[in-house]
Antibody
């Protein structure tokens, strides 16, 4: 059974960098059938897709939501079967529950079929 | 960006009843539309992918239809556990935008 688990600080100061890691079990981040994604949800609001990464043949391919401009970086660590998210120069608007998820590209619609439980990150001094 | 608009924003229905939630895309997205259910305090759960395909383990009372710009999620024989917020998401082109959500109360 595939499981994803987010980890990282729950509190980040304004202007600093938010760093989160997603540990994948029951599947490989090196698989050619999945993109590994980050989505966030501000308290009481809707879902926002942030980025995904695809790792194949020792190369990784990334796609980002332009709304976050150049503040976001996604990476993968195949040795630990993890992928990570960094958001630079955070403000209170970055306060949200952050989810990692698997995007299945071997089925139509490329859905997000497995999600982590989510982790709340609060930006506050 | 493609805008996804859901309607209604909220609705109330009775056990055993039927509801339909609509999702409209600001441009054609073929059948690249997925539906998720999110219960309070939980992660979203995939219900329907590619507009009409039922995810494994999801009850058959959930169904989806549509293509192009207009899509629907229908829930038959409503159960108390169907109380949740439902989101559509387009997977046609980045950024993969979600609708604003429809809160269903049973």
């Amino acid at each position: 059974q595939v499981q994803l688990q987010e980890s990282g600080p729950g509190l980040v100061k304004p202007s600093e960098t938010l760093s989160l890691t997603c540990t994948v079990s029951g599947g490989s981040v090196s698989s050619d059938s999945y993109y590994w994604s980050w989505i966030r949800q501000p308290p009481g609001k809707g879902l926002e897709w942030l980025a995904h990464i695809f790792y194949i043949g020792n190369a990784s391919y990334t796609t980002y939501n332009p709304s976050l401009k150049s503040r976001v970086t996604i990476s993968v660590d195949t040795s630990k079967n993890q992928f990570s998210l960094k958001v630079n120069s955070v403000t209170a608007a970055d306060t949200a529950v952050y989810y990692c998820a698997r995007r299945h590209i071997a089925v139509p619609g490329y859905p997000l079929d497995y999600w982590g439980q989510g982790t709340l990150v609060t930006v506050s001094s | 960006d493609i805008q996804m608009t859901q309607s209604p924003s909220s609705l109330s229905a009775s056990i055993g009843g039927r509801v339909t939630i609509t999702c409209r895309a600001s441009q054609a997205i073929t059948e690249s539309l997925n539906w998720y259910q999110q219960k309070a305090g939980k992660a979203p759960k995939l219900l329907i992918y590619a507009a009409s395909s039922l995810q494994g383990g999801v009850p058959s009372r959930f169904s989806g239809s549509g293509s192009g710009t207009d899509f629907t999620l229908t829930i038959n024989s409503l159960q108390p556990e169907d109380s949740a917020t439902y989101y559509c998401q387009q997977s046609y082109i980045s950024p993969y935008t979600f609708g604003q959500g429809t809160k269903l109360e049973i």
